[in-house]
């Protein structure tokens, strides 16, 4: 499956999204305080991610201000950001009910593991983007809702 191409983004000096921009500066930056501290503990990443005050605040903090960036091309770093948290929360789940049985464990450590790597791939790589002014790549359908 290939993804869909980014919106380029043209930028004025007086950018009206400046204030959402920085939000969503800090958002990343808890999403990746959250992260780190899964990395530097013994928490794994996706449940430091899931379960860290850090991450939780940039949820709600996402949730408060989305209307701000509606119809604008920060509306992708937005939705990016919440489903990347919403999905790593349905893998942590899927890894809970695989370590249930013994013979899920395997599975279960595999699913964490991998879930974790591709948290760090989904906050470093919408940073950068961020960084760049350049739009989240977005599936058509969700581009014209």
């Not at 959402?20 to 530097?40: D, E, F, K, T």
Request: aromatic fraction near 12%; charged fraction near 10%.
């Amino acid at each position: 499956m290939t993804e869909p191409e980014a919106i380029p983004v043209t930028v004025d000096a007086d950018d009206p999204l400046d204030g959402p921009r920085a939000w969503c500066h800090v958002m990343y930056g808890l999403h990746a305080v959250s992260a780190a501290s899964g990395i530097l503990s013994s928490a794994t990443i996706i449940g430091a991610f899931v379960f860290g005050w850090p991450s939780i605040i940039a949820v709600i903090i996402n949730y408060v201000t989305r209307d701000k960036v509606r119809g604008t091309w920060l509306a992708s770093h937005w939705r990016w950001q919440l489903r990347s948290f919403w999905f790593a929360a349905l893998w942590l789940l899927v890894a809970g009910l695989l370590a249930l049985t013994l013979i899920g464990i395997p599975a279960a450590f595999m699913v964490i593991v991998g879930t974790g790597l591709w948290v760090l791939y989904r906050v470093i790589r919408g940073w950068m983007a961020l960084l760049d002014r350049r739009a989240m790549p977005m599936p058509p359908s969700a581009v014209a809702a």
